[in-house]
């Protein structure tokens, strides 16, 4: 009787003992699977944050480049106020320079080319013929350059042609900086005046 409670008692032990264990390790996994759920949510809450930042990143330099792009379109619109421009021009008496408006047609190209004929062909009016060669730009600098069979002129008339070109296009073409003044292609020289071949005549 004494052997049969003993073997009963020794089995309840070990049965206790099976469901501790059991137990134990359920409490373990159970944390381990709490753990690696915290890590996994970590884990992916920085990577949100970083794709996040780069998207804010990306977004913020799209907004910069678009800016950037409309400051230039801006910049190289030339506006024209009630189809008028500064013209600088001699006056028929002095034959000094002079400023004053001068219409012109509706949706014209405002170019450098256009600007020094206006220039010329208001100079001729005063009797006086100034030939170009050509008219071009490079970077922000327009070059003309005139046919050495120009008429000659006092160095007084000359400075006033030379000025009259040079700011009517400074005035009208705000994205250009400077004029060079050239004589076919050559550096500039008359009786009066000499300049470098890239030497500017007017800057602003």
Do not use: W
């Not at 189809?83 to 028929?92: A, F, V, Y």
């Not at 010329?120 to 060669?133: F, L, Q, R, Y």
Request: glycine share 2%; proline share 1%; hydrophobic share 30%.
């Amino acid at each position: 009787m004494i052997r049969i409670r003993r073997t009963i008692l020794l089995f309840s032990v070990i049965i206790a003992s099976t469901f501790v264990l059991y137990g134990c390790n359920k409490n373990n996994k159970e944390e381990e699977t709490t753990t690696s759920n915290e890590i996994t949510t970590e884990t992916t809450i920085e990577t949100t944050s970083e794709e996040v930042k780069e998207m804010t990143t990306n977004t913020t330099e799209e907004i910069i480049t678009e800016q950037t792009i409309e400051s230039s379109s801006e910049e190289e619109t030339t506006e024209v106020k009630n189809n008028k421009i500064k013209l600088h021009s001699l006056n028929k008496d002095s034959y000094e320079t002079e400023e004053k408006n001068a219409d012109i047609e509706i949706d014209i190209a405002l170019t450098p080319q256009f600007l020094v004929d206006k220039v010329i062909n208001d100079i001729a009016e005063s009797g006086i013929i100034v030939k170009i060669d050509y008219v071009k730009t490079e970077d922000r600098t327009i070059i003309v350059s005139f046919k050495n069979d120009t008429a000659n002129v006092g160095s007084g008339v000359e400075i006033s042609i030379l000025d009259s070109i040079a700011k009517t296009l400074l005035d009208n073409l705000p994205i250009y900086d400077s004029v060079v003044y050239r004589n076919e292609d050559e550096a500039y020289e008359s009786g009066h005046i000499e300049l470098g071949i890239d030497e500017p005549y007017l800057s602003r």
